[in-house]
């Protein structure tokens, strides 16, 4: 017979459960500011010009992923035309080539020489990162922007892996930019002040990330590429801001994500028939790329940023900074201030990148990073 002594089990009522999504509540806020960012971001930014007018930028360097199309192909064009040097990153080089080829005949009535440089980057391969990285790194040159913007949405598609072995979503929208971010930490302490531009997406208030199925194979959820999206944007959000706390103050680096707004790119080509027709029938609602590209062009240049950046690392803000689709501050979803799931997401992503847990610290200081992927030693 038991007694008084004896160790009770806990009362089912006083352990709480590992949260497995979004609750109602929750889902239906985060529901909210998708469809006010989609019917009204217009009036929202109307206070914007377009294109976006940037300060003196002919001593940046920035490298821009994705730079080939869409929101990616007019934020390298803008930085150029400029005067900024950039570098796209991208896995089309010839593509490239040939872009950069008509923004000069474009430009020649203005007498602008572009400083334009191609380099291969492709994001499904965590090798291809980091050996652009360990490329770039040893040029011993500055990076003043880093603005990953590549990204994908296959809306509908069953769920794809990586030759690497993670999903498809996670990889490019989230484990790739991280890497290249850590890895790129040396040239843009050489750059400081500089800023990471991540190019995030409204939809991740919508978004849920379990750090401990964060391939979405467990069964815990069904996959859907809805939540290989959402999920992936948010994993982002959260791994940015636990790397922007991780970065002093004194390195002069900041983290910023920013919401382009509802954009007609080339994502809307992954979309079902019937959600393509409703693009088409409301361009009034829908940006385009031009002007989805103004949030990362503001973050990447406006000299206010890092004193917002900078103000909210003082102030142990537990979110990085969110530049919303006018080019103002914005507060990421309720979830991406779930702090220990913040460091959560932080630990396996530096875990399934291949980097060991001091890793930003150690490259801070300027010592040597093992990774397990590409050449670095």
């Known amino acids: ?16 459960k590992k949260k497995q999504g979004l609750g109602w509540i929750e889902w239906i806020r985060g529901w909210m500011v998708v469809v006010q960012e989609m019917l009204f971001q217009r009036i929202m930014a109307s206070h914007l ?17 994705g730079s080939t199309s869409g929101i990616g192909r007019e934020i390298a064009r803008q930085l150029a035309q400029a005067g900024a040097h950039v570098v796209m990153a991208v896995r089309n080089t010839k593509a490239a080539q040939e872009l950069i080829q008509q923004w000069q005949i474009d430009s020649e009535g203005f007498c602008i020489a572009l400083n334009v440089e191609v380099m291969q980057l492709d994001l499904l391969s965590l090798d291809s990162v980091a050996r652009f ?4 790194n040893a040029r011993s040159v500055p990076v003043n922007a880093l603005i990953n913007n590549a990204g994908i949405f296959s809306i509908g598609e069953p769920q794809k892996f990586s030759k690497d072995g993670y999903e ?14 850590v890895l790129l930490l040396p040239s843009l302490m050489r750059g400081s002040p500089s800023r990471i531009v991540n190019v995030n997406s409204v939809m991740h208030y919508v978004g849920f990330v379990d750090p401990e199925d964060m391939n979405v194979t ?10 290989g999206y959402t999920s992936s944007k948010l994993a982002e959000v959260m791994f940015s801001s636990v790397l922007h706390k991780r970065i002093p103050a004194e390195a002069g680096i900041g983290v910023v994500c920013v919401s382009p707004g509802i954009v007609q790119t080339n994502v809307a080509r992954d979309l079902p028939k019937i959600v393509q027709a409703a ?11 031009q002007e989805g590209s103004r949030s990362a062009l503001f973050a990447a240049t406006d000299p206010s940023v890092s004193e917002y950046c900078e103000m909210l690392r003082s102030d142990e803000w537990p979110v990085c900074a969110f ?3 006018d080019c103002r501050p914005a507060n990421p979803s309720e979830e991406s201030h779930e702090v220990q799931t913040q460091y959560e997401v932080w630990e396996k992503t530096l875990e399934m990148i291949g980097l060991p847990s001091d ?11 093992k990774c397990r992927y590409g050449q670095l030693q």
């Open 168 to 181: 498809e979503h996670l990889q490019v929208n989230h484990l790739a930019p991280a890497l290249l971010s």
């Open 1 to 16: 017979m038991g007694t008084e002594d004896e160790a009770a089990p806990p009362s089912s009522s006083l352990v709480k």
């Open 49 to 65: 010009h377009n294109p976006m007018p940037l300060p003196p930028i002919n001593d940046l360097t920035c490298i821009v992923t």
């Open 323 to 325: 530049i919303s689709q």
């Open 279 to 289: 693009y088409r029938l409301i361009p009034y609602f829908i940006f385009n790329a």
């Open 359 to 369: 890793a930003v610290e150690r490259l801070i200081e300027g010592q040597e990073v």
């Open 218 to 227: 467990s069964g815990k959820r069904k996959y859907s590429s809805f939540i």
């Open 133 to 136: 990285a360990e490329a770039w």
